[in-house]
């Protein structure tokens, strides 16, 4: 085997190695990441898997080359020559402008498909209207509501295994996040209130807000769209809502609790006859005593016996 064919040898196995090497790396520590607990979040972790794989693969071939040619062709003691002089290489320019080319497209023509899979309408989903504030989250049931009252709410959001949800957002106040880092979806809330001017110049304030018992209609009248995010949540557990958007002093405690229950605890809920663990906020307590109320969440765990939740994992 001449001498070229043997660096080759040697470096193609390094890339493949050192890919592996970094591939755990990043997927084991650097981007470290809870289970999911939604049907998104499984394609959402395919398209990490691939990107994890492919930043292990970039960092190889550029890492080894150059660890490589530094440590076996540096300069030999009493050797003053110079390295051969090379202008340039057209075909291994191309080829490296071209496969990279294609790799982002290709890319990118997955995640459109991805997206458009994520935003599209599930059958069957149901309506679960979420409002963020300054600081904390109240949840309204439609579904759960008698027509004429004002909406059921609640401040923690809950939802059953394997009935998909939409859940459409606003902010009352400045722009905030939805985030529950195990269905893996974030999006953005904004302010929902629209300020009209008559031809006389007043001023008018129309209120789309969810708490609005009249929020439909003012919606449709006003061609109102909140902003949306669907789920279908497939793991039985509890979870955190946290806000993903700074949003002034007590961003940090703007949590609510996430519930999955399975159809019979669901049920239950509905009915009004399961106590729910406390919502966590900044204006129910002081989060750094009490621990932002982490035990009652992990009784609550223990006591509904999730399959393969792990109650003690951190919220
Ligand atoms: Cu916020």
Redesign the pocket.
């Known amino acids: 085997m001449g001498s070229r064919t043997r660096h080759f040898a040697i470096i193609t196995v390094l890339i493949a190695v050192s890919t592996v090497v970094v591939y755990f790396l990043i997927n084991l520590y650097l981007f470290e990441r809870p289970f999911g607990a939604s049907a998104e979040a499984s394609q959402i972790e395919t398209m990490f898997q691939a990107h994890f794989i492919l930043m292990g693969f970039l960092f190889a071939i550029i890492v080894v080359p150059l660890g490589y040619a530094i440590v076996v062709f540096r300069q030999k003691e009493g050797d003053d020559t110079d390295a051969p002089h090379i202008h340039g290489n057209t075909t291994l320019e191309i080829v490296w402008t071209i496969i990279p080319v294609l790799i982002v497209v290709g890319f990118a023509i997955w995640g459109s498909f991805f997206y458009w899979d994520l935003v599209s309408a599930n059958e069957g989903e149901v309506e679960i209207r979420v409002q ?1 504030y ?2 904390d989250w109240t949840f309204y049931y439609p579904e759960h509501s008698v027509p004429g009252e004002p909406p059921r709410q609640d401040q923690t959001l809950v939802v059953e295994t394997g009935q998909p949800v939409v859940l459409t957002m606003q ?1 009352n106040d ?4 939805f985030w529950v880092p195990q269905f893996r979806v974030k999006q953005d ?1 904004v302010p929902y209130n629209i300020a009209i001017r008559s031809d006389n110049g007043d001023r008018q304030v129309i209120d789309l807000s969810f708490a609005n018992p009249n929020y439909e209609e003012a919606a449709e009248a006003f061609n109102y769209s909140p902003q949306e995010v669907r789920i279908i949540p497939d793991q039985p557990g509890v979870y955190r809502l946290r ?6 002093t007590q ?1 940090w405690a ?1 949590l609510a609790n996430v519930i999955v229950l399975d159809t019979d605890d669901y049920q239950a809920w509905v009915n009004g006859e399961l106590t729910l663990p406390a919502d966590p906020n900044f204006a129910n307590g002081t989060p750094d005593t009490e621990g932002y109320y982490l035990d009652e969440l992990k009784a609550f765990c223990d006591e509904q016996e999730f399959s393969g939740v792990n109650c003690e994992s951190e919220y």
């Open positions: 963020g300054k600081w902010a400045v722009i905030h996040a809330v806000c993903a958007e700074i949003c002034g961003h703007m």
